[in-house]
């Protein structure tokens, strides 16, 4: 007979451990590949040697030979001739990869989280130092990674399924697609995708973004340039708890952002006061379980890793009247909308692996 024998739960453990170190520095190489345009690079080829790719790329020999072998290893590229010398394999990158890597627009393009990731890693010390006195990492020291990261992973959602979350508010749409001029307010809007989709989706409709980074309105104003929709999509500086205005508006998104913000039923009060009599606010946050599990799914454990390493922090920054962190339960929002005056709240039957969608009315 064959004896049982019982792995050690330290080495099950050590291994584990192993195994995510392994991961977090595959992550990192992504993100040298996604920074460096190694991988629009390689895709522009019916593979390339280690020489190609360092001229295409303008990188060096050494380099780019040591990281198209780690990337064959990893299992993100292939590889036609592993077993010749470095400088005479061809490696390529398949269709599908491609795709989540390079383009922008499909749905399946997580590679900016690689850079929402090491703009983590950037400000480790005063991370530590945050946890240590119980202050904040302010958001914009996360720097341009972290920044254009968050739009990166959330654009295709804007591009391709803002118009189908807003139809799931039949009364909404329809003043979006009549006239007069319908106006919307994107609170902690980043870098303006979501305006700029929405503008797109809704010609009749104007839209302000308001964000409390200054250097993400600055590039949102660039980018609604480009994208030639700047005559209806403006952006200011400012907190969403201090938002007033004398028009009112018809919509007020709030995406991905209710979770960061230090006073967060101020922000909600805020919209409530700026919001059109038959207006109604969309908000766009984690999809989290409703308490905590331990362990967790993926998708929990996926939030609560940006909640220590980077949500938590630059709320805290805020001076905050509350701090939320990443995960961000289906009861506390409906508290919060309780709190701040709404009387009609509802979660949005809209089916997204990422966030939940919670309408409120006035
Ligand atoms: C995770 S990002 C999401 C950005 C954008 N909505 C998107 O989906 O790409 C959170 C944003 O909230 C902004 N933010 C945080 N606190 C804020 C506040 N009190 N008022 C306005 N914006 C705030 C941050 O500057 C950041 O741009």
Known sequence: ??????????????????????????????????????????????????????????????????????????????????????????????????????DPDSPFHVAPLTRMFAGCTSVLPQLLEAYRTGGGVPYEAYGIDIREGIAGVNRPMFVNELADWIAAAPTVEQRLRSAPTAKVLDLGCGIGHSSIALAKAFPRASVVGVDLDEASVAQAREIAAEAGVADRVTFVVGDAAQVQAEDTYDLVMMFETLHDMGDPVGALRAARSVLAEDGAVLIGDERVGDQLTAPADLMERFQFGWSVLHCVAATIAEDPVEVSGTVLRTPTVLRWARQAGYTDSEVLDIDNDFWRFYLLRK
């Open 1 to 102: 007979m064959t004896a049982i024998t019982e792995t050690d739960p330290r080495e099950a453990f050590a291994e584990r451990l192993l195994e995510d170190v392994t991961r977090s520095m595959e992550t990192l190489s992504v993100y040298l590949g996604v920074k460096l345009g190694l991988y629009h690079a390689l895709a522009a080829t019916d593979g390339a040697t280690e020489r190609d790719l360092a001229d295409r790329a303008g990188i060096a020999t050494r380099y780019a030979s040591e990281w198209l072998s780690q990337q064959a290893a990893a299992g993100y590229i292939d590889c036609d001739n592993p077993g010749v010398e470095p400088e005479q394999r061809r490696y390529r990158l398949a269709e599908h990869n491609a795709e989540v890597l390079t």
